[in-house]
């Protein structure tokens, strides 16, 4: 709707590394949206905060296109919750997202410290 | 698209989950219950807003504003009816308008082989001079050298269609048919729904194999669908054949607009017509052409192929080949061969002046839409100060429009299942197996639905934005305010008036045009007398009678029907005037020395005695044909004057011997001209020969009576049955309704051009009324001042009807310019009436003037009898 905002405009900046995130923590086996932010942010090493909305809407975004699939269920501790597990389609795209990853991180270790940088940040 | 997989419900199921998840978790870590809880809370911050983004991220909303606005926009229009009538009502015209015609164009020009789906990549391919009427021009030799040779087509197809008769049964049957290549159904692509095409017979295709195959319809109607036809035998022209297939239902041949019934293959021609000769022939030209163009080849480099291939058989053998042998090809929408070059020439013109009706139905519409959008300008603009966006309000008023314009497609559609099925209305019954029609189809359904959205979108755009584009806190003050937003919008108002008067001087021009042509043509002397005279089709074929009884049983024909009561002369003819019966062959006239591939064809009339004398044409030298004009006599012709002008200047025609149908024939008699294909040709050369000299076996009786033709039908009828009570007389008619059919595309024209001017002439004095109406009853309280300072009734109602002149002067100017700009267009379509014809013009241009004047009368009267006191009240 033209007359609002596009919502999908404020997380577009994040919209790639989030997608990629979530893919790569799903490649352990199915999560729950809890569970993904949580393992994000523990991995990460508290760098990253996940806000909690968007990640919620990215994870719709990525069923939507079939790259993830959902299910409910029952938690460790008896919760219901929605696990997310990764498609045929959505390793795939894990594979290629993170190649790209590296190249743009690779060209910008380049630019920003005239050498290749090593690290994924 | 519309429904999404998820619910709201299960995302916001999802995130209280989240909560319970994550409370569990910082529970675990040390947390109290209270505390974890806020926690989750505060950390997944706000998820109100989360739920809002997964709402409004799907594509549901749109669609739900778009209900929401169909049910508002439905309301809206209820609480308005006759608003809504009129606008739906204007708009429904306009759109049955296009879409009727569309719906003829749709079935001829775009459908040019109905059965057969993709004719892009065919084409007809014509040898010689081009004209509207062509004879078949190839003969089977040449016809037969061009496909074997050609490389630029997958398939190249001749056929050659006529009437036959289906004999041995009680009752003989005539139908058209036609003659066909052994390719015919391949070349095509057509597959015979039972048994087989006529391939297989391509080995013996000059000689001729007895097989057909059937129509669908024919196969229905008269073998009762038999599914076991296939090896029986039918006979046609008495000689028998064996049905090998039954063509699929909608195929009728190619050539558009006329249904073949049955086909069988050409080397069949000598048992068929008798006329043995053609095939062998290279120098009788009887074939039409059509190819299937290779892929990736354009229909010019064929022809030059075609052009590189006739050379050499004209070189090859010049004397069968003395006329011009240019070959030039078509598409077949307007192949020359068929009704599709009439239509071809009219339905595009009577297309694009549907779409200049549509324009100004929608410039009503669209006044009608600004009319009301100032009574809706307090809810438009409560609607802006609450915060709806422009864009919002726009859309809203187009979805409204939309709406209306859907329910005038609808209505239209429904005119248009009717008027589709109109065209057989312009033709008079004839004995053509013409199958011109249009219908209502899925491509019909699209283009309305297409046209109705456009239609939308032209009437609502211009009202929406000016609409929507009220400041809300202007529009919210005071009503006294309007009379400035009223001269505003005036602007725009008064510039569509001016428009509609413009578009409707030129559909009325064009209207005009259209029926002065046609009354030229109906009023210009055709040469013969067409009046009193009943006609007869009379088929001797199934008699089976030698020539000589046949002559014999035409003799005793006249004299009998001679000596009825009432009647004045009878005679004979292998064609009627004026209804595409008329032959044409080569010719030689004696003494003339034909030019380098000028054509020779002239238009060759058989005729029996006292033909001058019952069509009433007049004879300007020697005599009629008699009863001894017969085999016995010398050879004898009749031309008329300009025949003898052009070949015999100068000279006495009379004496003169001319070469035609085979023979050399001696002058006796020259006639008047006449006009014998169509009204708006200039009168050209002909030649009559009697018919006792060469006998057809398909007549048509001409009777001169006193009184109405049609009740000396069944007397003429039980006269011939007294001869012959086996032999069919099919289409009883007289002449004046049977050429009728020449002039059927004219009749067309003129009534869809005439109905549309009449249309925009109405449609013209409503814009009119409806914007003065308004201007004026804006302007009450200007009035009541007016009044109250002292004007007079007769200087209000002046006022009043000078604004609708102005309108209207404007409106003519723009039109004028704009007619004289396109009728050019209609040079080619137009009988003695010029482009710019003054006469039509000026008329016009008086018609539109009263019309607007009219159209402004009931308002000043109105605004003149405005009560001061009362006006100056009301605000």
Known sequence: MPSQDNPDDRIALLQGTLDLLILKTLVLGPCHGQGIARSIQRQSEEVFFVDHGSLYLALQRLEDKKWISAKWGVSENNRKARFYSLTAKGRQQLVEKTSEWQRLTRAMGLILDGRPSSEEV | MFRRRRSSDDFAEEIKSHFELEADELQSEGLSEEEARRRARVEFGNAQTAQERFYLSSRIVWFDNLLHDIKFAIRQLIKNPSFTFVAIVILALGIAANSTIFSWINSTLLDPIPGIEHTSDMITIMRGERSEHPTPPFSYLDFADLRDSTRSFTGLLAYHDDYMTITGSDKPERLYGALVSSNYFEVLGVRPILGRSLESTAPNERLGVAEAVLGYGLWQKRFGADPSIIGKTIQINLHPYEIVGVAPEGFQGCKSGLRSELWIPVGMD??????????????????????KLKPGVDHRQAENELNILMRHLVEQFPDAHQGPNMISSDPLWRSPFGVNVYLSGTLPILFALALVLLLLACANVANLLLVRSVARRRELAIRLSMGASRWRLVLQLMVENGMIAMAGGG?????????AHGMPAFLPTTNLPLTMNGSVDRTVLLATIMISLLTAAVSGVLPALRASSLSPMSALKDEALSTSGGIHKSRLAGGLVVGQIALSLLLLVCAGLFVRSLQNEQNSNPGFDPNHVFLAYVDLRPTGYSRAQGIAFDRQMLTRVKSLPGVQSVTLGDFSPLSFTIHSNIFQPEGYVPGKNESMEVDRGEVGPEYLQTVRTALLEGRDFTDSDDDGARPVSIVNKALADRYWPGQDAIGKRLHIAGRWRTVVGVAANGKYRRLVYDPAPLVLIPILQSYQTFQVLYVRVAGDPLSYGSSVERTIHGLNSDLPLFSETTLAANMRIGNAFERIAAAFAGSFGLLALILAAI??????????????????????????????FRQVLGRGLHFAGLGLVLGLMISFALTRYLRGMLYGVGTADWLTFVMVAILLCVATLIACFVPARRAASTDPMQALRTE
């Open chain 2, 411 to 419: 209505l239209a559609l429904l005119l248009t299942t009717w008027t």
């Open chain 2, 270 to 291: 000598s048992q068929v017509w008798g006329e043995g000769r053609r095939i062998k022939d290279r120098g009788t030209f009887w074939l039409n052409v059509l190819g």
């Open chain 2, 767 to 796: 814009g009119v009324y409806g914007v003065v109406a308004y201007a004026t009853k804006q302007r009450t309280h200007e009035i009541g001042i007016r009044m109250a300072l002292g004007a007079g009734k007769r200087d209000i």
